[in-house]
């Protein structure tokens, strides 16, 4: 059994290759982009992707916590993929924190207009807002959150390698789920309280600082939730393809596929109900945000995104076979990671640089992300063996049948 992976020399020149395109055209967007408007980009951009990056890998801490703490088994033969994946989580949360800083103490009003105190003065609703769109709220919010998630991701990956150096017995079963359950509920609620509450609003929706959305966070979390889903996905199917995971099998995989079907159509109804409570009451504080998108010149983009996240993944996963098939379920997986890719496009760009262009920029660094991706989730795959032999529900996972 291939139980220690190898990271391949092609995998490894794969994520330079991507890597390096991605600090090209940062370098190029770096010195393309001229005045207020190039410069506005040039943030936007790198707000876009590093959150989204950062999110969906953090995905996968979350898909950890949940199915613990759901006592499920059937994932423990492959958990050792969505440990490594969320292993990214503290490089690409200090990305992103760094990021976020520039962008508040550079005062880049453009991409956050709440920075500018003399705006802020005399705009009533920013100033009503102003008790936590401030600098030193935004900034300890930020490092609190990364920082948690952070060392939670790190805990728990550290409890599962540590657990493969103890023995079978009862009691020490009994040990691994107890701890496993408090660290992961503990991380839960973490992550209730930021994804699926505040961090949206900060980071995403202060964009657009006069409108708002109470269904904005759940919004952000299923679209990057059914984005992690698949990357896992993919990480799954690749090991497989090398001979690794001899213990996961089609029924895996098919239960992966549900869950991707299950949150787009969860995503979708999100979409939705945000966007029709808005239309019916007609509000002008709250359509403002959609004039651009669903009447403006981004209404095209506003409608490919329901048709790429909503329609293709339903109509292609609604069948039993397609979800058991692993060319089937790449493929999937690569569009609806693509389709929420520009999902987050649409929510940044229409509230910053306004006009709509072609995204080479944008997805030259999003290219430079799936590099990095790559190679963090490579190397950490190495630090242990692929399947928690200690796990007291390894054998639920190895007799799983849907």
């Not at 020149?13 to 090209?24: A, E, H, W």
């Not at 707000?47 to 999110?55: A, E, I, V, Y």
């Not at 440990?83 to 962008?103: H, Q, R, T």
């Not at 509000?283 to 004039?291: A, S």
Request: aromatic share 18%; charged share 15%; glycine share 8%.
């Amino acid at each position: 059994m291939k139980d220690q992976f190898v990271v391949p020399a092609r995998l490894k020149r794969t994520s330079f290759v991507l890597m390096g395109i991605g600090l090209l055209t940062l370098l190029i967007g770096l010195f393309a982009f001229h005045g207020e408007h190039g410069s506005t980009r040039f943030w936007a951009g790198l707000l876009q992707n590093s959150t989204f990056f950062l999110l969906i890998v953090l995905a996968s801490t979350f898909f950890i916590g949940a199915t613990t703490l759901a006592h499920g088994g059937w994932q423990i033969g492959f958990r050792r993929v969505p440990e490594a994946i969320s292993m990214a989580v503290p490089y690409l949360g200090a990305v992103l924190f760094v990021i976020l800083m520039l962008i508040v103490f550079l005062e880049k009003e453009h991409i956050y207009h709440w920075i500018n105190a003399h705006h802020v003065a005399e705009d009533p609703i920013l100033s009503w807002k102003s008790a936590f769109l401030n600098k030193g709220m935004f900034t300890g919010f930020a490092a609190v959150t990364i920082g948690a998630w952070i060392l939670f991701t790190i805990k728990l990956r550290r409890m599962s390698i540590e657990e493969d150096g103890w023995d079978l017995s009862p009691a020490t079963g009994r040990r691994i789920i107890w701890r496993n359950t408090v660290m992961c509920g503990g991380f839960i609620v973490i992550y209730a309280l930021s994804v699926g509450s505040t961090t949206p609003w900060l980071w995403l929706m202060s964009i657009d600082a006069h409108w708002y959305s109470t269904m904005y966070s759940w919004y952000t979390f299923a679209s990057t939730w059914v984005s992690g889903l698949a990357l896992i996905t993919l990480f799954v199917v690749y090991l497989k393809r090398n001979g690794y995971l001899p213990m996961v099998n089609e029924e895996h995989l098919h239960d992966l596929g549900k869950f991707c079907f299950a949150f787009s159509i969860f995503w979708t109804y999100l979409w939705f109900s945000q966007y029709m409570l808005i239309w019916y009451a007609n509000m002008p504080e709250e359509i403002v945000y959609f004039k651009p998108r669903v009447w403006g010149e981004w209404r095209p983009i506003f409608f490919l995104n329901l048709l790429i996240n909503f329609i293709t993944p339903l109509l292609y996963l609604m069948k039993r076979d397609t979800k058991r098939n692993y060319s089937s379920m790449v493929f999937i997986s690569i569009v609806i990671i693509a389709g929420h890719w520009m999902d987050f496009w649409q929510m940044v760009g229409p509230g910053t640089y306004k006009e709509l262009v072609f995204p080479w920029y944008e997805l030259g660094l999003g290219v430079g992300f799936v590099g990095l991706i790559i190679l963090l989730v490579a190397n950490q795959l190495t630090k242990a063996a692929l399947v928690p032999k200690n796990h007291p529900y390894l054998k639920e996972s190895i007799v799983h049948h849907t």
